[in-house]
């Protein structure tokens, strides 16, 4: 049975003989059996594998032409290797598997009493061998063959992984190379027999280093215990010999190289008399060392050449002179091997090896007689005596040294005519024994599983890559070129030093990586999306420190030993693994983790093999795992560790091993991409180019750069066929409606590009040349959905790619600062210092709303201020890619220069179009099918679209998957820009899974879809990562198969969104959910909004008013419903769903039930609790409306309770809207975009104007009350006195009983009733600052607004006739009361003043704006004032400043008006303003006066009034922060004056009389938008240009004084142009004046 046994392990067999091949079957009959190679070839030729051998008796194997005594040897040994393994089977089950190795699958940590009992149990399943302490020579051979066949059995392999906890233990001599050859079966004669070691439970057992390699994987840890030393076994597998290698103190270094040469050469000669292979180890314990036997001990080296050196030039001094070259042939130069720390980190030592290879040719029938280097008297010397070295069990020993001259001449003779020719026949057999072909297929094996298949890189089945890495070595870094070729998702690195000197090194040199630890993904289910933002996830390689890092000083992060690791970070890496493999970030069987073993792996408790573990178990077995080993050796050791985790057969199918690194780089080298450029350039200011870096462009995660060479110097152009099926599918991928690529502008047709009518004026736009104050230059191209605009875009692009650096913006949700930091970064890229710049192009593609574009601006000027960039032209042109449904409406209304493109062609692009399908028809076999081509060549016309998609879908089974999944995107691409479905969800959907058809792939979705995939085009999605999506081809295609699966298949869009809710699949966690979930809340809520871009505001979403309109309010409500019942967090849905109830339905209820569920949701909301509101002041509305239409005069008390309670209801809905907008910001919820962080900080300003129309809506209700009816001078002033607060209820003379109930109704909601007036004008007030102190900070938000304040306007009129009595009524009143008391005078002039809105600064501001004749009423103002202030004996602060700020408004309206106080006079009546408030006033107004009175006129002058403008200044900054900072953030300040050239009064210019002379410019804001109006001479001679110096701190200053003087800061609108780091310059600006402060504007540099 040993000899079976024995046999079939050398052959490294499967354990199971049903996993036999029929080759296995061939070399077991051949090579095992010792029979006829005939007999093997007939068992070959009949695909005799495992399973056929297992069922065949004698006859069958005569039958095939084997005579019998073969087929009887055949028979009983399959027999007995059938019984061999069923007994080693029940070897294994001494052990339990999973106890052993739960210290890497569950617990963690080793388990001391498992291991224990492991021990116990395999001795109690030896009890039948021979006795423990001597095992006999045969029964050592049984047991380590039995070993070797099985791979390592479990129990075996497991024990080894005890081998921390087991006190005693058989060692086995072990071989470098198990599974090359068979030469072992015939010499295991020769092995000797094994002693029992003791070995401590801290050490651990290791393997030598390969035998005869250099620059493999392997390294030694400290104190180890490698396996130990032996005698000549088959004289291929090598001896061992260790030495410690430790002199004493006083030792020289003379000395240490004579014992080095010593034990070498002795050693050496032993070995090549031996005929063995053999390797020296030194610093390793010995015997007698005081370590144990084996253990890594190390030796501190210097200089390793030395020893080198000195062993190359001593072996004339060793060997005889014709035997030297033998020697030096034979001996290989010293190999110097790292020994790494138990943390995986490098200490300082190394243990030396010398291995010797006395091949047959080089030793032939040679006897090796060496002398030694001997101490005499402190001298080295040369034996004079030879001696004989032999191996000798473990040691050498020297034959001639026996002092018996008979015994020691008997033995020499003996073996020098005997024993030496034994020896050589044996070497030269073991030598022409041929090798196992290890390297067969294995680089083919490697491509395929690299690529799933598919042979390239490129066209990789697999999505992504992980890649799980060990320690490296220096020698290896120059083989790791291939891991900048692949697309790394992230790399899981166990070498704390990788960064300074490892693989992490060697990537970072050319690509770009986020150095991470686990504890980065740690707690990610909350937040998936920031985490995959914050961490750039997808966009740049994650490189994960699994066992900290030893750069870092820091404790948290120091590498750690096994135990501790399992201690402190198993779990990390756990949680870590878990998340890299849910469906939601990697895609389900498309991405492969990769283990790259740079080194072995010899430790059980390795962290390495528990994150294979990991992996293992989260995927569910190694179908999506490779092993790539840097040695044959290093994966053996792997596998037995492995093999109670997984089955020998997995690994092995899995793992690369015969492969050196050096090829495993060439191979993968040859699959890199051949569709890349191998330098990139950019084009630079001095015509000259430079290169792009790759690791560069990688920085720049948010922008594709276009390249001047883009597409060229590609190697598949090098390849002609090949090239035309690349050129044939891009261009079949765009003419079917895919996105342009680079290359479709690239190849060189016979047709070239077409060049639309749209690109001459786009060309015009874009290189139109004028200096300019602005340093972002924006163009919008307004297009129908997919007419062509954004291919229109990249096509202007491309031609533009050598004249400026252009770049396309990945995705219109990045973080906008994070944009602007790359733009910059790419317009100064390899630009030397005060180089000119050239301009950045870039595209952005369908931003969600207008106004983001203005965001990127500003993001983008604020960088440039930060650098401190000169420009004179824009050093960056925005072209700016806007869907529209009315492209000429939008472009006609934007301020910004603008291009349209329509859904129709030309004559000449019809002509175009023509002979450009003519060549389409003679390149491609179907052109028919390229839809989105043909559409625009048919000029949009609607019966072709009719006709392609009731052809496609003829036919169609709407209840299958197919018909569904086409109508929820049909559903979805019309009605959501950019919406997508990813293809893995679709394959889910379709029920495709992931079961592989083929061994690289599963079922295609394109298959799954049939013919129907004609109108489905897959798509690249950068949004929430970056995945393939599936779309509709075309929008007008999406819009037409609603229209045709209503007419044809009778279902309605309604029934299409149900069924797009009612699939869980959709929501279930993968790939693409988060967008898919913003797609369907976008379907369900966003309205358009002309401020957005729309071309008209709509109440609804496009759907929901769709649905109203075709299918009614019942199909609205369902699909609602049934949306707020399936995202039951999104309070949104609620929203609509209330909106909908009261606005189109008036079911104010139900509008009341659903609003209170979004308040619920959303308690933080402002919107949504404005929303609360609304329901409550529509349904007041309503119901007055119904009294209206009844025609009732006089309300009920009933009604009026009803009327008043809704009224209180809204009122304190809208003033809590009020306060949250007036925090700090809307609070972020799950369910939101985390895009809207990025949009404009918009001030929800609804909550005051619907306080507002609920307080005018209270007065007309009480006006329906007899002793408040208007018709009666005494009830309209008891209704005023009311609402102010000034009427006692009890007063009121009451007629009936009816007015009784009323009065006492009035008296339940006094409390709220007296506080009308208040809240109004409070309302009122706020909207006078909003509108008059700032502007929005684009022109598309003010036309927005524009309609707000008109109605704003409208209801301040009703007010004023509630409240302030009309000027018709002052005047009749003052002819029937010519002499008012002066009191009541008083009161007249202050109603006046409100009802002109002349009481505070921004009304009187607001006179400067107004067009009409306003100089009268500006004087009638003045006069009130005067009036006031001479009358008045209260203190009258406010009165003060305002009537100096009047008689400004009246200097700058009406110059010459009799009215105007002298200069001096309001200065000194400022004064006493100031007296009264001081400086930490909570007011801006007495401080903004200063900034333009007090304002020197003299440089070189100062004085107190100078002082006390410098106070004002700082007090300006703190008053407007704590008055408008929330409102600041939405809006900027507006410059009330500027300062002119004149003296006094006159000093002061207004902005409208700027624009006067510019009256006839058509778009004025663009004038004063790009800086342009500084630069006009209109304004040059009108404004003063103030003197000054830039600051370290973003301010400018003007100094005045002499000796003495003071720098008043002014705050600059854009400094950005001067600034150089920060310098500190001279500059000139011209000066406004806003309620934030000065403001410099059109600063230059004056040096």
């Given at each position: 049975?040993?000899?079976?046994?024995?046999?079939?392990?050398?052959?490294?067999?499967?354990?199971?003989?049903?996993?036999?091949?029929?080759?296995?079957?061939?070399?077991?009959?051949?090579?095992?059996?010792?029979?006829?190679?005939?007999?093997?070839?007939?068992?070959?030729?009949?695909?005799?594998?495992?399973?056929?051998?297992?069922?065949?008796?004698?006859?069958?194997?005569?039958?095939?032409?084997?005579?019998?005594?073969?087929?009887?040897?055949?028979?009983?040994?399959?027999?007995?290797?059938?019984?061999?393994?069923?007994?080693?089977?029940?070897?294994?089950?001494?052990?339990?598997?999973?106890?052993?190795?739960?210290?890497?699958?569950?617990?963690?940590?080793?388990?001391?009493?498992?291991?224990?009992?492991?021990?116990?149990?395999?001795?109690?399943?030896?009890?039948?061998?021979?006795?423990?302490?001597?095992?006999?020579?045969?029964?050592?051979?049984?047991?380590?063959?039995?070993?070797?066949?099985?791979?390592?059995?479990?129990?075996?392999?497991?024990?080894?992984?005890?081998?921390?906890?087991?006190?005693?233990?058989?060692?086995?001599?072990?071989?470098?190379?198990?599974?090359?050859?068979?030469?072992?079966?015939?010499?295991?004669?020769?092995?000797?027999?094994?002693?029992?070691?003791?070995?401590?439970?801290?050490?651990?057992?290791?393997?030598?280093?390969?035998?005869?390699?250099?620059?493999?994987?392997?390294?030694?840890?400290?104190?180890?215990?490698?396996?130990?030393?032996?005698?000549?076994?088959?004289?291929?597998?090598?001896?061992?010999?260790?030495?410690?290698?430790?002199?004493?103190?006083?030792?020289?270094?003379?000395?240490?190289?004579?014992?080095?040469?010593?034990?070498?050469?002795?050693?050496?000669?032993?070995?090549?008399?031996?005929?063995?292979?053999?390797?020296?180890?030194?610093?390793?314990?010995?015997?007698?060392?005081?370590?144990?036997?084996?253990?890594?001990?190390?030796?501190?080296?210097?200089?390793?050449?030395?020893?080198?050196?000195?062993?190359?030039?001593?072996?004339?001094?060793?060997?005889?002179?014709?035997?030297?070259?033998?020697?030096?042939?034979?001996?290989?130069?010293?190999?110097?091997?790292?020994?790494?720390?138990?943390?995986?980190?490098?200490?300082?030592?190394?243990?030396?090896?010398?291995?010797?290879?006395?091949?047959?040719?080089?030793?032939?029938?040679?006897?090796?007689?060496?002398?030694?280097?001997?101490?005499?008297?402190?001298?080295?010397?040369?034996?004079?005596?030879?001696?004989?070295?032999?191996?000798?069990?473990?040691?050498?020993?020297?034959?001639?040294?026996?002092?018996?001259?008979?015994?020691?001449?008997?033995?020499?003779?003996?073996?020098?005519?005997?024993?030496?020719?034994?020896?050589?026949?044996?070497?030269?057999?073991?030598?022409?024994?041929?090798?196992?072909?290890?390297?067969?297929?294995?680089?083919?094996?490697?491509?395929?599983?690299?690529?799933?298949?598919?042979?390239?890189?490129?066209?990789?089945?697999?999505?992504?890559?992980?890649?799980?890495?060990?320690?490296?070595?220096?020698?290896?870094?120059?083989n790791f070129d291939f891991l900048k070729e692949m697309n790394w998702f992230c790399v899981l690195e166990f070498d704390p030093e990788s960064v300074t000197n490892g693989v992490c090194k060697s990537y970072r040199e050319d690509r770009a990586t986020n150095l991470h630890f686990p504890s980065h993904f740690q707690d990610i289910d909350t937040a998936v999306i920031e985490k995959i933002e914050q961490l750039h996830l997808y966009k740049q390689t994650s490189w994960i420190f699994c066992n900290g890092r030893s750069d870092l000083d820091d404790q948290n992060y120091k590498p750690l030993v096994p135990k501790m690791w399992y201690k402190e970070r198993a779990a990390d890496v756990r949680k870590l693994i878990s998340f890299l493999c849910r469906v939601d970030i990697m895609p389900k069987g498309k991405f492969l983790v990769v283990f790259l073993i740079l080194s072995k792996v010899d430790?059980?408790?390795?962290?390495?093999?528990?994150?294979?573990?990991?992996?293992?178990?989260?995927?569910?077995?190694?179908?999506?795992?490779?092993?790539?080993?840097?040695?044959?050796?290093?994966?053996?050791?792997?596998?037995?560790?492995?093999?109670?985790?997984?089955?020998?057969?997995?690994?092995?199918?899995?793992?690369?091993?015969?492969?050196?690194?050096?090829?495993?780089?060439?191979?993968?080298?040859?699959?890199?991409?051949?569709?890349?450029?191998?330098?990139?350039?950019?084009?630079?200011?001095?015509?000259?180019?430079?290169?792009?870096?790759?690791?560069?462009?990688?920085?720049?995660?948010?922008?594709?750069?276009?390249?001047?060479?883009?597409?060229?110097?590609?190697?598949?152009?090098?390849?002609?066929?090949?090239?035309?099926?690349?050129?044939?599918?891009?261009?079949?991928?765009?003419?079917?409606?895919?996105?342009?690529?680079?290359?479709?502008?690239?190849?060189?047709?016979?047709?070239?590009?077409?060049?639309?009518?749209?690109?001459?004026?786009?060309?015009?736009?874009?290189?139109?040349?004028?200096?300019?104050?602005?340093?972002?230059?924006?163009?919008?191209?307004?297009?129908?959905?997919?007419?062509?605009?954004?291919?229109?875009?990249?096509?202007?692009?491309?031609?533009?790619?050598?004249?400026?650096?252009?770049?396309?913006?990945?995705?219109?949700?990045?973080?906008?600062?994070?944009?602007?930091?790359?733009?910059?970064?790419?317009?100064?890229?390899?630009?030397?210092?005060?180089?000119?710049?050239?301009?950045?192009?870039?595209?952005?593609?369908?931003?969600?709303?207008?106004?983001?574009?203005?965001?990127?601006?500003?993001?983008?000027?604020?960088?440039?201020?930060?650098?401190?960039?000169?420009?004179?032209?824009?050093?960056?042109?925005?072209?700016?890619?806007?869907?529209?449904?009315?492209?000429?409406?939008?472009?006609?209304?934007?301020?910004?220069?603008?291009?349209?493109?329509?859904?129709?062609?030309?004559?000449?692009?019809?002509?175009?179009?023509?002979?450009?399908?003519?060549?389409?028809?003679?390149?491609?076999?179907?052109?028919?099918?390229?839809?989105?081509?043909?559409?625009?060549?048919?000029?949009?016309?609607?019966?072709?679209?009719?006709?392609?998609?009731?052809?496609?879908?003829?036919?169609?089974?709407?209840?299958?998957?197919?018909?569904?999944?086409?109508?929820?995107?049909?559903?979805?691409?019309?009605?959501?820009?950019?919406?997508?479905?990813?293809?893995?969800?679709?394959?889910?959907?379709?029920?495709?899974?992931?079961?592989?058809?083929?061994?690289?792939?599963?079922?295609?979705?394109?298959?799954?879809?049939?013919?129907?995939?004609?109108?489905?085009?897959?798509?690249?999605?950068?949004?929430?990562?970056?995945?393939?999506?599936?779309?509709?081809?075309?929008?007008?295609?999406?819009?037409?198969?609603?229209?045709?699966?209503?007419?044809?298949?009778?279902?309605?869009?309604?029934?299409?969104?149900?069924?797009?809710?009612?699939?869980?699949?959709?929501?279930?966690?993968?790939?693409?959910?988060?967008?898919?979930?913003?797609?369907?809340?976008?379907?369900?809520?966003?309205?358009?909004?002309?401020?957005?871009?729309?071309?008209?505001?709509?109440?609804?979403?496009?759907?929901?008013?769709?649905?109203?309109?075709?299918?009614?309010?019942?199909?609205?409500?369902?699909?609602?419903?049934?949306?707020?019942?399936?995202?039951?967090?999104?309070?949104?849905?609620?929203?609509?769903?209330?909106?909908?109830?009261?606005?189109?339905?008036?079911?104010?209820?139900?509008?009341?039930?659903?609003?209170?569920?979004?308040?619920?949701?959303?308690?933080?909301?402002?919107?949504?609790?404005?929303?609360?509101?609304?329901v409550f002041k529509s349904k007041l509305k309503y119901r007055m409306e119904c009294v209206e239409i009844d025609k009732q005069t006089v309300v009920t008390s009933h009604q009026l309770t009803e009327f008043l309670d809704l009224a209180e209801s809204a009122s304190n809905a809208f003033r809590e809207s009020q306060q949250l907008t007036e925090q700090k910001g809307e609070s972020r919820l799950d369910w939101e975009e985390p895009s809207s962080k990025r949009k404009y900080d918009v001030y929800n300003t609804s909550g005051y104007l619907g306080e507002i129309e609920v307080a005018l809506y209270v007065t007309d209700i009480l006006r329906m009350i007899p002793f408040f009816n208007e018709k009666n001078k005494i009830g309209e002033m008891q209704l005023k006195d009311l609402l102010s607060g000034n009427l006692n209820l009890e007063h009121i003379e009451k007629t009936n009983s009816i007015?009784?109930?009323?009065?006492?109704?009035?008296?339940?909601?006094?409390?709220?009733?007296?506080?009308?007036?208040?809240?109004?004008?409070?309302?009122?007030?706020?909207?006078?600052?909003?509108?008059?102190?700032?502007?929005?900070?684009?022109?598309?938000?003010?036309?927005?607004?524009?309609?707000?304040?008109?109605?704003?306007?409208?209801?301040?009129?009703?007010?004023?006739?509630?409240?302030?009595?009309?000027?018709?009524?002052?005047?009749?009143?003052?002819?029937?009361?010519?002499?008012?008391?002066?009191?009541?005078?008083?009161?007249?002039?202050?109603?006046?003043?409100?009802?002109?809105?002349?009481?505070?600064?921004?009304?009187?501001?607001?006179?400067?704006?107004?067009?009409?004749?306003?100089?009268?009423?500006?004087?009638?103002?003045?006069?009130?004032?005067?009036?006031?202030?001479?009358?008045?004996?209260?203190?009258?602060?406010?009165?003060?400043?305002?009537?100096?700020?009047?008689?400004?408004?009246?200097?700058?309206?009406?110059?010459?008006?009799?009215?105007?106080?002298?200069?001096?006079?309001?200065?000194?009546?400022?004064?006493?303003?100031?007296?009264?408030?001081?400086?930490?006033?909570?007011?801006?107004?007495?401080?903004?006066?200063?900034?333009?009175?007090?304002?020197?006129?003299?440089?070189?002058?100062?004085?107190?009034?100078?002082?006390?403008?410098?106070?004002?200044?700082?007090?300006?900054?703190?008053?407007?922060?704590?008055?408008?900072?929330?409102?600041?953030?939405?809006?900027?300040?507006?410059?009330?004056?500027?300062?002119?050239?004149?003296?006094?009064?006159?000093?002061?210019?207004?902005?409208?009389?700027?624009?006067?002379?510019?009256?006839?410019?058509?778009?004025?804001?663009?004038?004063?938008?790009?800086?342009?109006?500084?630069?006009?001479?209109?304004?040059?001679?009108?404004?003063?240009?103030?003197?000054?110096?830039?600051?370290?701190?973003?301010?400018?200053?003007?100094?005045?004084?002499?000796?003495?003087?003071?720098?008043?800061?002014?705050?600059?609108?854009?400094?950005?142009?001067?600034?150089?780091?920060?310098?500190?310059?001279?500059?000139?600006?011209?000066?406004?004046?806003?309620m934030d402060g000065p403001i410099a504007y059109d600063i230059e540099n004056t040096n």
């Open positions: 049975k040993g000899e079976d046994l024995n046999m079939s392990g050398l052959c490294d067999l499967p354990d199971n003989l049903a996993e036999w091949t029929k080759m296995h079957v061939k070399d077991w009959v051949v090579d095992l059996l010792k029979l006829d190679q005939k007999y093997g070839d007939i068992l070959y030729n009949e695909d005799v594998n495992g399973v056929v051998l297992k069922e065949l008796t004698k006859g069958d194997i005569r039958e095939l032409g084997i005579k019998a005594g073969p087929a009887a040897v055949i028979i009983r040994k399959r027999d007995e290797f059938i019984k061999a393994s069923k007994s080693e089977a029940k070897l294994a089950t001494c052990a339990n598997d999973k106890q052993i190795c739960s210290g890497r699958s569950s617990s963690s940590e080793v388990n001391d009493s498992d291991c224990k009992a492991v021990a116990s149990n395999e001795s109690e399943c030896q009890s039948t061998k021979p006795d423990s302490t001597e095992l006999t020579e045969n029964s050592l051979q049984e047991k380590h063959n039995i070993k070797k066949r099985q791979g390592k059995t479990e129990p075996d392999s497991c024990t080894i992984n005890c081998q921390v906890d087991t006190e005693m233990q058989v060692t086995l001599p072990t071989s470098t190379k198990p599974e090359e050859d068979e030469i072992k079966e015939q010499e295991c004669s020769q092995q000797t027999s094994a002693k029992i070691q003791p070995v401590a439970k801290s050490k651990l057992r290791c393997e030598p280093y390969p035998f005869d390699e250099r620059h493999v994987g392997t390294r030694y840890v400290q104190n180890y215990i490698l396996s130990p030393e032996t005698g000549p076994s088959n004289l291929i597998d090598p001896v061992h010999e260790f030495k410690l290698f430790n002199l004493k103190g006083d030792a020289t270094e003379e000395d240490m190289k004579k014992k080095f040469s010593n034990e070498v050469f002795r050693f050496a000669a032993a070995c090549m008399n031996s005929r063995t292979n053999g390797t020296i180890h030194f610093g390793v314990g010995d015997t007698g060392s005081g370590y144990e036997h084996g253990e890594i001990i190390g030796v501190s080296v210097d200089n390793p050449a030395k020893y080198v050196d000195h062993i190359s030039n001593h072996f004339a001094q060793y060997f005889e002179k014709e035997k030297i070259e033998h020697a030096k042939l034979s001996i290989r130069p010293p190999r110097f091997v790292e020994i790494l720390n138990p943390n995986q980190t490098l200490s300082a030592k190394f243990i030396i090896e010398v291995d010797v290879v006395p091949s047959f040719r080089i030793c032939d029938s040679n006897l090796y007689h060496i002398y030694m280097m001997n101490q005499v008297n402190g001298k080295w010397m040369k034996s004079k005596e030879q001696h004989f070295f032999i191996r000798d069990g473990g040691s050498s020993r020297d034959i001639l040294r026996n002092k018996n001259f008979t015994e020691r001449e008997a033995e020499y003779r003996r073996f020098s005519t005997e024993t030496l020719k034994t020896l050589v026949d044996k070497r030269k057999n073991a030598e022409e024994k041929p090798q196992k072909q290890t390297k067969k297929q294995e680089g083919y094996k490697l491509v395929r599983m690299i690529t799933g298949g598919s042979e390239m890189i490129d066209t990789s089945y697999y999505q992504w890559y992980i890649l799980v890495t060990n320690k490296s070595q220096q020698t290896q870094a120059h430790d059980p408790r390795d962290p390495f093999l528990e994150t294979f573990c990991s992996f293992y178990q989260e995927l569910k077995g190694t179908e999506d795992i490779l092993c790539i080993c840097e040695s044959h050796q290093t994966f053996l050791r792997w596998k037995d560790l492995m093999l109670c985790t997984c089955e020998s057969y997995e690994l092995t199918e899995r793992c690369v091993s015969a492969l050196s690194l050096d090829e495993v780089n060439a191979t993968v080298l040859k699959l890199k991409s051949v569709t890349r450029s191998t330098k990139r350039f950019l084009p630079s200011a001095t015509s000259a180019s430079v290169i792009l870096q790759k690791k560069d462009e990688e920085l720049l995660t948010a922008l594709e750069i276009l390249c001047e060479n883009e597409c060229e110097g590609t190697e598949i152009e090098n390849d002609q066929n090949r090239f035309k099926e690349f050129q044939k599918s891009k261009e079949e991928q765009f003419y079917r409606g895919g996105k342009a690529s680079w290359w479709n502008f690239y190849f060189d047709t016979k047709v070239p590009f077409i060049k639309r009518d749209s690109y001459a004026k786009l060309e015009e736009l874009i290189n139109a040349k004028s200096p300019s104050a602005m340093c972002v230059k924006i163009i919008n191209l307004f297009h129908h959905p997919g007419c062509g605009g954004t291919t229109l875009a990249m096509h202007f692009l491309w031609e533009s790619r050598k004249k400026f650096r252009c770049a396309v913006l990945k995705n219109s949700k990045e973080d906008f600062v994070e944009i602007g930091k790359q733009v910059i970064h790419l317009v100064t890229y390899q630009v030397t210092t005060n180089s000119e710049y050239l301009p950045v192009l870039l595209l952005v593609d369908d931003f969600e709303e207008l106004e983001n574009v203005h965001v990127l601006q500003n993001s983008v000027q604020t960088i440039v201020a930060e650098k401190g960039l000169r420009f004179e032209w824009p050093l960056v042109i925005i072209l700016n890619c806007m869907r529209s449904q009315d492209p000429v409406k939008s472009s006609k209304k934007s301020v910004l220069e603008s291009v349209a493109l329509k859904h129709e062609l030309s004559i000449k692009e019809q002509r175009l179009f023509e002979r450009k399908l003519e060549e389409i028809e003679e390149q491609h076999s179907k052109p028919e099918n390229f839809y989105s081509f043909m559409i625009m060549k048919s000029n949009f016309d609607e019966k072709y679209i009719e006709n392609v998609v009731h052809n496609s879908l003829k036919d169609l089974n709407t209840k299958s998957k197919q018909g569904q999944l086409i109508s929820i995107l049909a559903l979805l691409n019309w009605y959501v820009k950019d919406s997508s479905i990813s293809v893995s969800k679709c394959e889910e959907f379709l029920g495709l899974g992931q079961v592989k058809t083929s061994f690289w792939g599963p079922e295609k979705f394109e298959d799954a879809m049939g013919t129907y995939c004609n109108l489905l085009i897959r798509v690249e999605v950068e949004e929430y990562g970056r995945y393939e999506g599936i779309r509709i081809i075309h929008p007008l295609i999406a819009n037409r198969c609603l229209d045709e699966l209503k007419h044809s298949y009778k279902l309605h869009k309604s029934e299409i969104a149900l069924m797009l809710l009612s699939q869980s699949i959709f929501l279930q966690r993968s790939i693409g959910r988060e967008k898919l979930l913003q797609d369907t809340w976008n379907l369900l809520i966003t309205r358009r909004r002309k401020e957005h871009g729309d071309e008209a505001d709509t109440l609804f979403s496009p759907l929901i008013e769709a649905l109203q309109s075709e299918e009614g309010t019942k199909q609205v409500v369902n699909v609602l419903t049934e949306a707020s019942n399936r995202f039951d967090q999104n309070p949104f849905i609620s929203q609509v769903l209330a909106r909908h109830f009261y606005l189109i339905v008036k079911d104010y209820d139900s509008a009341l039930y659903w609003a209170t569920k979004a308040k619920e949701r959303a308690k933080d909301n402002s919107y949504v609790t404005d929303t609360l509101g609304q007015d009784e109930e009323l009065c006492s109704v009035v008296g339940e909601y006094k409390r709220y009733l007296i506080n009308i007036q208040t809240t109004m004008k409070r309302s009122f007030d706020f909207f006078e600052d909003y509108f008059v102190h700032f502007k929005t900070k684009n022109i598309e938000r003010e036309i927005a607004e524009f309609k707000i304040r008109r109605k704003v306007s409208e209801c301040f009129s009703k007010y004023t006739k509630t409240f302030c009595s009309s000027h018709t009524e002052i005047r009749d009143a003052r002819i029937s009361r010519p002499k008012l008391s002066l009191p009541l005078e008083l009161e007249e002039c202050r109603k006046y003043l409100e009802s002109q809105k002349a009481d505070r600064f921004a009304g009187l501001l607001e006179f400067l704006t107004n067009n009409h004749e306003i100089g009268r009423s500006v004087e009638e103002i003045v006069s009130k004032y005067q009036f006031l202030l001479q009358n008045s004996t209260t203190q009258l602060t406010r009165q003060k400043q305002n009537f100096i700020l009047a008689t400004i408004v009246l200097n700058c309206v009406k110059p010459k008006s009799k009215k105007i106080e002298t200069f001096n006079k309001l200065r000194e009546l400022l004064k006493q303003v100031l007296q009264d408030v001081g400086f930490d006033f909570g007011h801006v107004e007495p401080y903004f006066l200063v900034s333009l009175l007090f304002w020197p006129t003299k440089y070189n002058e100062i004085n107190e009034d100078s002082k006390l403008l410098l106070k004002c200044i700082n007090a300006i900054k703190q008053s407007f922060r704590c008055r408008y900072g929330r409102m600041s953030r939405s809006k900027h300040p507006v410059a009330h004056f500027y300062l002119g050239k004149k003296e006094g009064l006159n000093r002061f210019v207004h902005k409208a009389k700027i624009d006067h002379f510019f009256s006839k410019v058509p778009q004025l804001n663009t004038l004063w938008q790009s800086g342009e109006i500084w630069k006009t001479d209109e304004v040059k001679k009108l404004l003063l240009r103030l003197h000054g110096r830039t600051g370290d701190d973003n301010k400018v200053y003007v100094e005045f004084g002499g000796v003495e003087k003071i720098k008043i800061p002014v705050r600059p609108v854009y400094l950005g142009k001067l600034r150089s780091g920060q310098s500190i310059e001279k500059i000139s600006f011209y000066l406004g004046f806003s």
